[in-house]
């Protein structure tokens, strides 16, 4: 089975950092791109930042870009999220997903990504 385990939410200050995990199995990890997404209450999810299968390529949402970092172990099957100078309106439940096709471009749309993992939240107080 597909598994996606994300982890390092937590609650933290507006202008620190946090670094989030998603541990993957069940699948040929390496042959994939990941995505991260967010979701607020009441707000549909939207794409955070996605890395391309080699890793190569990163892209991020105009929100986070020059705040937040993707990378990925291919080694390890674990994808990271690097976010700094966190602001409260980055309070959300995080999620990774892994798309449907294999390689390809980063998708930004979460109706193009078939598995997910739990989430993880992050609370930012100001």
């Known amino acids: 089975d597909v598994q996606l385990q994300a982890s390092g939410g937590g609650l933290v200050q507006a202008g620190g950092s946090l670094r989030l995990s998603c541990a993957a199995s069940?699948?040929?990890?390496?042959?994939?791109?990941i995505g991260w997404f967010r979701q607020a209450p009441g707000k549909e999810r939207e794409f955070v930042a996605g890395?391309?299968?080699?890793?190569?390529?990163?892209y991020y949402s105009d929100s986070v870009n020059g705040r937040f970092v993707i990378s990925r172990d291919n080694a390890k099957k674990t994808v990271y999220l690097q976010m700094n100078s966190l602001k409260p309106e980055d309070t959300a439940v995080y999620y990774c997903?892994?798309?449907?096709?294999?390689?390809?471009?980063?998708?930004?749309?979460?109706?193009?990504?078939?598995?997910w993992g739990q989430g993880t939240l992050v609370t930012v107080s100001s």
């Open positions: 069940g699948f040929t990890f390496g042959d994939y791109n």
């Open positions: 890395i391309t299968w080699t890793g190569s390529g990163t």
């Open positions: 997903g892994r798309p449907n096709e294999r390689y390809g471009f980063v998708s930004k749309d979460y109706r193009d990504f078939v598995d």
